[in-house]
């Protein structure tokens, strides 16, 4: 994939137009008319721990909640020692290395599935310029449907023989057998004013995305397996609500094999949907499930003795519930029309709104359509199409 073109970004050091000191221990920072200045400030916070920014007004920027910070004029107030002052010198290192992040301001590519140096690292960026920093074990419903808790899960059994093609077998035998198992759970597949459930595993590129910390610009590229969305949705990605990634049995061990593939599949939702989306990663036997949720992720598994442990009735149970409780059936559904009374629903938008907000800026825009353009032929078209129109809708949800 070539790299983009220069022009194309707003560098941080472009975007910074004076430095000075204040009091000592107090540093001015001045920026253009404009700038998005949030994925510099999560930066200031790591280099510079005890750190309080001030706007230009005086108030306290709140660090790890995520705002649209656009003022000019930012301070920046190292915390004082007990009993003594900080010197000129130690402000002045701090002053370097968080210039010199924001200098080398470079383009960093990653796949979904690849294993790839410095990606966990690219991933827990992208999840801080999102504001997504809490990873926790999620909580069962209260209650579930009635009848559910006599509904129990098969698991999947018919793996394909050594030399047997994935595409041809073990890919569409696992979606028989879970659109079986959710039908059991009373969801509507293949039914008007209910669900579609798609085998999108030759889409590979479908939710790549890219995001600018203040470190680099990094573009991650990939795909899943299968998708559930309303019947009748003419673009699949604006319209997600379960993400399914197949693994076999020996890819599949432990949570740990799989978080960073399933945390970038949710991250490329949230960038590509207009609806929060649940993503599971599953051989038919073992679950791993990722949901949207506040300003972090919640998490749920089917390996014994580590939070977020429960059993495979439980994780079927969970997608049911998101699918039949907390989505919405509209093919056309839009994250500005979400009805508050429905409070799991809104719990799972903050993260899909905070990602759309980060589109929503002009370069956010540039860089996406960078990623389209490297798309296979057959995925182009329909790739920028999706880009352009949620860039809209978050333009005029937003930005108008």
């Not at 969801?187 to 030759?202: C, I, M, R, T, Y």
């Not at 995001?211 to 397996?225: K, P």
Request: charged share 20%.
């Amino acid at each position: 994939m070539a790299a983009p073109p220069t022009t194309t970004y707003i560098s941080m050091a472009a975007a910074l137009q004076d430095v000075t000191l204040k009091r000592g221990n107090e540093v001015v920072l001045k920026f253009r008319a404009g700038t998005k200045v949030d994925s510099i400030v999560h930066q200031l916070a790591a280099v510079c721990p005890g750190t309080r920014i001030e706007d230009a007004e005086g108030f306290v920027v709140t660090l790890g909640y995520l705002e649209n910070l656009t003022q000019k004029e930012y301070t920046v107030i190292e915390p004082t020692p007990p009993g003594g002052n900080v010197g000129l010198d130690v402000v002045g290192s701090k002053i370097d290395e968080m210039l010199q992040i924001m200098k080398t301001n470079k383009v960093q590519k990653y796949t979904f599935s690849q294993g790839q140096s410095g990606k966990d690292t690219a991933v827990a960026a992208t999840l801080a310029t999102l504001g997504l920093s809490g990873f926790a074990p999620g909580d069962l419903p209260k209650r579930w449907t009635r009848g559910w808790a006599k509904t129990h899960y098969t698991p999947f059994t018919l793996w394909p023989r050594s030399g047997q093609s994935y595409e041809a077998t073990f890919a569409p035998q696992l979606l028989a057998h879970f659109h079986a198992r959710l039908c059991a759970y009373g969801v509507p597949l293949d039914a008007k004013d209910g669900f579609e459930f798609l085998d999108v595993h030759s889409h590979s590129s479908k939710l790549s995305f890219a995001c600018t910390t203040a470190a680099s610009t990094l573009i991650f590229s990939g795909g899943t397996d299968a998708v559930i969305v309303p019947y009748g949705a003419i673009v699949w990605q604006l319209q997600t609500r379960v993400l399914f990634h197949w693994k076999r049995p020996a890819e599949l061990q432990s949570v740990e094999s799989v978080l960073v593939q399933a945390q970038l599949e949710l991250i490329g939702s949230l960038f590509n949907s207009n609806h929060p989306a649940l993503v599971v990663f599953t051989d038919g036997i073992n679950f791993v499930l990722l949901q949207p949720w506040g300003r972090g992720i919640n998490f749920w598994h089917t390996f014994v003795n580590k939070p977020g442990h429960i059993v495979a009735d439980d994780a079927m149970r969970l997608i049911a519930h998101h699918l039949l409780n907390i989505s919405s059936r509209d093919p056309l559904f839009h994250h500005q029309e979400v009805d508050l009374r429905n409070s799991e629903l809104s719990k799972e938008l903050e993260p899909l709104l905070a990602a759309k907000r980060e589109l929503g800026q002009g370069e956010g825009l540039a860089q996406q359509l960078d990623v389209d353009k490297d798309l296979p032929a057959h995925e182009r078209f329909e790739g920028t199409f999706a880009t352009i129109l949620a860039w809209r809708e978050s333009n005029l949800s937003y930005f108008s």
